[in-house]
């Protein structure tokens, strides 16, 4: 304490420091213990920096400092009891709330009581990505811009497989066995595709993997899978969420028994669908362009990134090649004939024709836009009528998912609109090469 006589500052109040050595104490506290409170679920350094901006303009010798200290305080108590859950065990959090104590015994504050005008702000729930924007825009207020509202992105593989891309390319792909569709920080989406007939390149998915990475309080790892005949309403582990049940961060929705299911992840804000058509399987995925960014150069290996490989591709920029088979009435095309394979494969196949295909994909897709070529595609290619289905689902999809309505449709380049009998044979060159080898 010193030499006899000397001063020593603060030793005549150290009983009961004075508030403003308190504000003082506090926010070093918050900078020493800064490294302890840097994970966005505790957020106590926030509450104790909004405290100490309502208060660091009052002085004890004004009137009304002890009512406004007092609002301050409540306030202050407020935003630390809506941080505790994600603070047990932290330092800085359980100095925090011993100093609020003796502070509103020092100064005779109640516990109930009006608070300050401009309250700390409760602590952005974590769990919700949407919310998180809103809160920003909230906080933004006059003080400047509105945040830039988020950028959502769509993917979505059906079919024989048709894959859209997060940038709205459209592609056809044979892409056999296990491949990423999308891979970053926050989220895994693994398909598996199997041939369709015997004889032919094409191929549909049957197996679907996602992985739900941990991510702070919101959720712990959980993997939902698919398989032909076995689309659950669960996880792996049996369970239908993830995270408390509360915020609901995580959740497993089913639409149709067996056949249909969504999964929301709330605290990224990403949507998914997951169908059974026939025998195969179909993805549709809702996310923020800024969360499908983060993946590093590891993880390059993303068809709804980049779409499939070149040597992957049975399509040409969008245009479908139908097989030879299909074209045996209607247009130039229909005099080519099938050779041994192509007969054999025929046989195999439920014998739809271009116009018949045609005839049984606009029973369901009234626009003839890439969906519709794609459904005539898959009938042509497999036979199996299941592929209609999956066309249409696979746009409605688009139109409950995707966040621009004018992008719903694509449209092949050329000779899509005609109205020629001969304008889809034209469209879809016919290379039987492609789909066979």
Known sequence: MGEP??????????????????LLLLSILGHIGESQVQTPQCRIQKCTTDFVSLTSHLSPSLDGFDAEFCKALRSYSGCTHRTAKSCRGNLVFHSAMLGITDLMSQRNCSKDGPTSSTHPAAPVEPCNYHSRYHHQVALAGARGPEPQRPAFLFCGLFGDPHLRTFKDQFQTCKVEGAWPLIDNTYLSVQVTNVPVVQGSSATASN?????????QECTEQKVYQAVTDDLPAAFMDGSVMGGDSESRSLLIVERTAGREVELHAAYIG??????????????AVRMPEELAMAFDETQDLQLCMNGCPTSERID??????????????????????????????AAQKGAFTLESASRKCSEKLEVKDIYFYSCV???????????TSAAYNALKDVEMLHPKRERWHI?????????RPAALSVLLVCLLT???S
Request: aromatic residues 10%.
């Open 5 to 22: 006589g000397s001063y020593y500052p603060g030793a005549d109040c150290l009983p009961h420091p004075s508030p403003i050595l308190y």
């Open 207 to 215: 197996k679907i993997t996602i992985i739900f990475k941990p991510y």
């Open 270 to 283: 990403v949507t998914m669908v997951v169908r059974q058509l026939g025998r195969y399987l179909t993805l």
């Open 411 to 419: 449209f092949p380049r050329s000779g899509a609109t005609s109205g």
């Open 434 to 436: 492609a789909a066979m």
């Open 377 to 387: 595609f898959d009938l042509l290619t497999t036979g199996d009528a299941n592929f």
């Open 316 to 345: 040409e920029e969008g245009h479908l090649r139908l097989p030879v088979l299909g074209l045996q009435q209607g247009g130039a095309l229909a005099q080519t004939r099938p050779g041994p394979v192509a007969a054999a494969v």
